[in-house]
């Protein structure tokens, strides 16, 4: 079995892996481990300087949660991607034809709850593999 995680170092994504761990665990996933970093819509210095920091900061968030996956006894295939989220995450799902792909679903207030972000909305419509959003 091959799962697609959608991590971005939030806590809701962190419980999402935690939970999709514990779900599949017996079953000794490949679990291939995806975060996404958007470049900075125009080219400054300063715009560049925290692209350059933010994608340092999600590079750890990656490593730790590869470790955390490394620590269950389960096999993780980390991947730093650049781009869109959305489209970014889609070309990793075509390219790796994941089992399963799971995301987190964004919202803090109840009314939030309700609703899909924006990222699992898309995933969900333009998917071609099953989805497990979890909130």
Same mark, same amino acid.
């Given at each position: 079995?091959?799962i697609?995680?959608?991590?971005?170092?939030s806590?809701?994504s962190?419980?999402?892996?935690?939970?999709s761990?514990?779900?599949?665990?017996q079953k000794n996933p490949?679990?291939?481990?995806l975060t996404v970093?958007?470049q900075p819509?125009?080219a400054?210095?300063?715009?560049?300087a925290i692209?350059?920091?933010?994608?340092?900061?999600r590079? &750890?968030e990656?490593? &730790?949660?590869?470790s955390?996956?490394?620590d269950?006894?389960?096999e993780v295939?980390?991947?730093?991607?650049?781009g869109?989220?959305?489209?970014?995450i889609?070309?990793i799902?075509?390219?790796?034809l994941?089992?399963i792909v799971v995301?987190?679903?964004?919202?803090k207030?109840?009314?939030e &709850?309700?609703l899909?972000?924006?990222?699992?909305?898309?995933l969900?419509r333009?998917s071609?593999?099953?989805?497990?959003i979890m909130?």
């Amino acid at each position: 079995m091959k799962i697609l995680m959608c991590y971005d170092g939030s806590v809701a994504s962190h419980m999402a892996m935690e939970k999709s761990i514990e779900f599949f665990k017996q079953k000794n996933p490949e679990i291939i481990l995806l975060t996404v970093v958007e470049q900075p819509l125009d080219a400054s210095l300063e715009n560049e300087a925290i692209f350059n920091k933010w994608r340092e900061e999600r590079h &750890k968030e990656l490593k &730790k949660a590869s470790s955390f996956i490394s620590d269950q006894g389960l096999e993780v295939d980390a991947i730093l991607a650049i781009g869109d989220p959305r489209k970014m995450i889609l070309e990793i799902i075509n390219k790796k034809l994941p089992d399963i792909v799971v995301v987190a679903r964004r919202g803090k207030t109840e009314m939030e &709850k309700m609703l899909l972000g924006s990222v699992s909305a898309f995933l969900v419509r333009h998917s071609t593999r099953p989805m497990l959003i979890m909130t």
